[in-house]
């Protein structure tokens, strides 16, 4: 009986990676910190090569609301404010028995407290919310769904959003008083 073979094992492996000391001349360090230079090197260029990146390893790149803050020229204070509005939208999305995801009883001091303690703080988170909106809703009444898109959700804004969450993240800046202080002011 002559006809064609078939085996089912290959020859063929993948090259195990071989770790190479980074060049020494000129270098006094250690070979293990030369070796932890060029990993940390490595996976900064990783993080770059990433598109949302845009060739920057800037942390405030990793989010949709740090990128937006980054585009337009925000400040720090605008990035705290969008952070500070998430923490509301989520204690107010918990206070209102919506399922929040990595979120346990435990957790920002549920547990422990009598039943008379939790309603006080659900209404607090409820009440936060509400303030928090009507600022935006002073902007433009869909402020609050673009924002919470933004922060809470972490989708990129459209186009025809981008100038009112602009002002919206100022305006919570201001009220907050996350802003830097103005001379004079």
Not at 39 to 48: K, M
Request: charged share 30%; proline share 8%; net charge neutral.
């Amino acid at each position: 009986m002559t006809g064609i073979v078939i085996t089912t094992s290959t020859a063929l492996r993948w090259p195990k990676p071989e770790r190479q000391t980074p060049p020494a001349k000129g270098d006094r360090r250690p070979i293990q910190e030369r070796i932890e230079a060029a990993e940390r090197a490595e996976n900064i260029a990783f993080v770059a090569s990433q598109p949302h990146r845009q060739g920057s390893d800037d942390p405030r790149l990793s989010d949709p609301l740090g990128r937006f803050c980054a585009v337009q020229l925000l400040g720090d204070h605008c990035r705290q404010a969008g952070v500070r509005y998430r923490e509301v939208v989520e204690d107010d999305k918990i206070a209102r028995g919506f399922t929040v995801n990595g979120w346990a009883p435990s957790d920002r001091g549920y547990a422990g407290l009598t039943d008379q303690q939790i309603e006080a703080r659900k209404e607090l988170a409820i009440r936060r919310r509400h303030e928090a909106d009507a600022i935006l809703r002073s902007i433009m009444p869909r402020l609050p769904w673009a924002m919470e898109r933004l922060v809470y959700e972490e989708q990129e804004p459209s186009p025809y959003d981008c100038g009112i969450i602009r002002h919206g993240l100022i305006a919570l800046a201001d009220a907050w008083e996350l802003s830097p202080r103005r001379f004079g002011a």
